[in-house]
Nanobody, 126 residues
Framework: QVQLVESGGGLAQAGGSLRLSCEAS????????MGWFRQAPGKEREIVAA????????YYAESAKGRFTISRVNAKNTVYLQMNSLKPEDTAVYYC???????????????????WGPGTQVTVSS
């Protein structure tokens, strides 16, 4: 059973940066594609970025393109989300999730992710 724990959230000013980390235990992260999702109050959970098992493939939501970077270090069982040029609308709880993958990387809905972290709050002030 893979367990995920996010860290690095907090309060940032608009235009600032935060780096989120997601550390896995109880399994080998290299067997999973990983995604970062977020959920703002009153809104549905949405994907922010995803990365294939070996970092060769990535996906970014339009809102994240050019500002966020997803990366992973399988040897550390850790996935990162570097967030730059933060905006107030980035305020949300951010979750990492793991999707077991056998074939090539592809973007899938949240229901396809088997394991989720408890989330970390990101608040961006204007």
């Amino acid at each position: 059973q893979v367990q995920l724990v996010e860290s690095g959230g907090g309060l940032a000013q608009a235009g600032g940066s935060l780096r989120l980390s997601c550390e896995a235990s109880g399994g080998t992260l290299s067997s999973y594609a990983m995604g970062w999702f977020r959920q703002a109050p009153g809104k549905e959970r949405e994907i922010v970025a995803a990365i294939g098992r070996n970092s060769g493939s990535t996906y970014y939501a339009e809102s994240a393109k050019g500002r966020f970077t997803i990366s992973r270090v399988n040897a550390k069982n850790t996935v990162y989300l570097q967030m730059n040029s933060l905006k107030p609308e980035d305020t949300a709880v951010y979750y990492c999730a793991a999707e077991p993958v056998i074939g090539p990387f592809r973007v899938v809905p949240p229901t396809q992710y088997d394991y989720w972290g408890p989330g970390t709050q990101v608040t961006v002030s204007s």
